[in-house]
């Protein structure tokens, strides 16, 4: 839903909120499994056979944990729900009461891909992706109050200005 404000627009997203990768929870599931099963291996088998056991479960908690650093990596920039306040070069977005300002640079692009704005740097890597807007009608005022254009709706034009 989108709401005019003095300086920019309010706009509340509809997307779902992102799910926890079920890929890793499983795989953190087999680790505390492994755990228990080193446990008991320890208490029951040879020192060496103990000490094996004991380093695969080592090495694998280090697997776990770089793809866990690596998923969080891909997760940032990706907004798909809360609410976005957005005002020309910048924009602020409340997820569940945490706000998370976003300032543009002059070299970032904004892109329109269907119901969804890319804002990508300079070198054209992507720094955020944005979804979850209502329809296009949205997503291309959002898009035009970053770029500080005039913004129309309903055949009434609207400039922005920076006050």
Known sequence: MLKLTDDGAKITLQGQPQALDNGLFWFGAALLV??????????????RWSIGALALLIIGSFFFNRQRQQHKKAMVGNINSGILWVRAGE???DNQGKR????????????????QLEIAD?????KYH???FDNIQEATAAKAILQGQALTKRHVTIKMSND
């Open 91 to 93: 924009l602020v977005h």
């Open 130 to 132: 944005i979804s979850g």
């Open 122 to 126: 300079g070198d054209a890597r992507r």
């Open 34 to 47: 492994g755990a228990v099963a080193v446990a008991l291996a320890m208490s029951l088998l040879p020192v």
């Open 100 to 115: 998370t300002p976003i300032q543009l640079a002059e070299s970032d692009t904004i892109s329109l891909v269907g119901e």
